[in-house]
């Protein structure tokens, strides 16, 4: 069953071009058991009609604060009490700037003031004016005050350019709050950094050193602590892999990149997890321009000196985090992975067998031993998304004092 079925869901539509996508919308959020209200903003009906929705819905749109009508059978205090959440979708920069200013022109903006319930926005509008530092202040004004940004994406925009700042689908908004009603509080209230991927070492302007990680375990990773209830912030290095819904992204390319952006986050993490692929070493020269093949280049070496440790360097940290490593092994899996985590003092380390051309890079399934100090848990062949559930649900078991050994 759906973790959406009989919530009640404050659908607000304000006046973009993406408006079209509500009725699509309300009829997902049904198809999951919702009950759904939509309230438009006048500029909405030039997009869509009252009629539409209302048929989609199976209840009157609301539309304005002078409604006397609406008022008597239900006040705009009672509908923000009623609602599980509200979804503004497709929200415009004029919405959201009203939001985050606390300016109630309408019925929309006063029942987001009104209500205690969670806030989704959904973001639609030109890519320039996603750009704009006063966008940009808006937003991050909305998330500090708690409300949840959904997107944008990119891609083509009505306007005939490209860039950030298309709605999400209707499907993925759906199973960003399906996400939301379905999270366990395993991780409420931490912070955890994931980093996933390969990264990619320059040799000259067209040729580099890298692996075949796909950051699919590390992007499933993410989406099992967002669903726990944590607050997520994934590292990847280039991957071609969609960002879990509610989970912070952060692209870098190099090792260098990654070390500098872990370094950055490590003041506010409470777990990390490093799964990325890291590139051990780095050509000690990058050539500026292309190396071409001739009678001078046929014998020669290409020297390679060493990158930072990640994990290492997060265990030695003033004040570490709760510390995963992973271990890609192709013998003496056990033992190695265990002389890996003595060497970086993790708290834990995660290990699979890439030998295996079943599971591990660039696979939809995994298999997978858990080791701490005390213990091992052997995770069997199943999707990564199950893998990684069962992982996190491990690490809330030790962050919270449970004996590895006794879950053996």
């Known amino acids: 069953m759906s973790a959406l079925n009989k919530k009640n869901i404050l659908l607000c539509v304000s006046g973009g071009i993406a408006a079209y996508k509500a009725p699509e919308l309300v009829r997902q959020l049904r198809a999951h058991g919702a009950n759904v209200q939509v309230v438009l903003t006048r500029s909405a009906e030039n997009f869509v009609s009252e009629t ?41 920069a004029n919405l959201i700037s009203s939001l985050a200013s606390g300016a109630t022109p309408d019925l929309l903006t006063t029942l987001a003031l009104a209500t205690e319930a969670p806030v989704f926005v959904a973001p639609a509008m030109n890519l320039k004016m996603w750009d704009k530092p006063a966008t940009v202040r808006n937003i991050h004004q909305l998330k500090t005050d708690g409300a ?18 298309r709605m999400l689908q209707p499907e993925e908004i759906v199973e960003a709050l399906n996400n939301h009603f379905s999270a366990t509080t395993l991780l409420a209230g931490k912070r955890v950094v994931i980093t996933a991927g390969p990264t990619r070492e320059a040799i000259d302007p067209v040729r580099f050193i890298s692996n075949h990680s796909s950051g699919k375990q590390g992007f499933a990773l993410a989406t099992a602590a967002q669903q726990a209830g944590a607050e997520v912030c994934l590292i990847s290095g280039p991957v071609n892999a969609q960002t879990p819904l509610l989970v912070e992204r952060i692209d ?10 872990v370094m950055a986050q490590l003041g506010r993490c409470d777990i990390f997890i490093g799964v990325a692929a890291v590139a051990d070493y780095k050509p000690e020269e990058v050539r500026s321009q292309k190396i071409k093949k001739s ?35 192709t013998e ?25 051309a079943r599971i591990g890079f660039d696979s939809e399934e995994n298999e997978v031993t858990l080791i ?24 809330a078991q030790s962050l919270s004092g449970v004996e590895p050994s006794a879950a053996l």
């Open 148 to 165: 949840i940004v959904l997107g944008p994406a990119s891609g083509d925009q009505a306007c005939g350019e490209s860039g950030m700042g």
């Open 252 to 261: 870098v390319v190099t090792a260098q990149e990654m070390f500098d952006a």
């Open 295 to 329: 009678a001078e280049t046929r014998n020669s070496s290409l020297k390679l000196v060493e990158n930072p440790d990640i994990i290492l360097a997060v265990t030695q940290h003033k004040n570490p985090p709760y510390t995963v490593g992973f271990a890609a092994e």
């Open 52 to 92: 539409s929705l209302q048929a989609v819905s199976g209840n009157p749109v609301r539309n304005s604060l002078w409604d006397k009508s609406a008022e008597s059978a239900m006040s705009h205090i009672e509908l923000a009490r009623w609602a599980d959440c509200l979804l503004m979708a497709p929200a415009t």
């Open 332 to 356: 003496s899996v056990i033992a190695n992975a265990r002389a890996k985590k003595r060497r970086k003092n993790l708290d834990l380390i995660i290990v699979n067998d890439v030998s295996d």
């Open 372 to 395: 701490w100090e005390t213990g091992e848990q052997v995770l069997k062949k199943a999707s990564k998304e199950l893998i990684s559930q069962s992982i996190i649900s491990s690490i």
